[in-house]
């Protein structure tokens, strides 16, 4: 899986914070009822909402991982169109598309 480098960057020089953040977000996922891939795709969703190029790259990734089809990933990206409005949706389009092609390959 590809990872990017100022988070390699930032594990390797605050290793004890990256491993305390690592154990909060396996702590977040273990405390509800979602399976991984509906965890995966609300993180998309929310990654979305923050209009972060990076999150829903990853959580593309993540989700694809986890089992989800593009057209589940389409649709929670569709869904996103009336809360955070065109423009974000359109570039979520845009960057997920950018790992889906990556993926083909």
């Not at 923050?50 to 649709?75: E, P, W």
Request: glycine share 8%; net charge positive; charged share 25%.
């Amino acid at each position: 899986m590809y990872i990017p480098k100022p988070f390699i960057k930032f594990k390797e020089n605050f290793s004890d914070v990256h491993k305390q953040y690592e154990q909060l977000a396996k702590a977040c996922r273990e405390q509800g009822p979602l399976d991984q891939k509906s965890q995966d795709l609300v993180k998309l969703g929310i990654a979305i909402g923050q209009n972060s190029k990076g999150g829903v790259m990853s959580n593309t990734r993540k989700a694809l991982s986890s089992g989800a089809t593009t057209d589940d990933i389409h649709h929670a990206i569709l869904l996103s169109l009336t809360t955070v409005g065109f423009p974000a949706m359109i570039a979520a389009m845009g960057w997920v598309g950018e790992v889906l092609e990556k993926v083909k390959k």
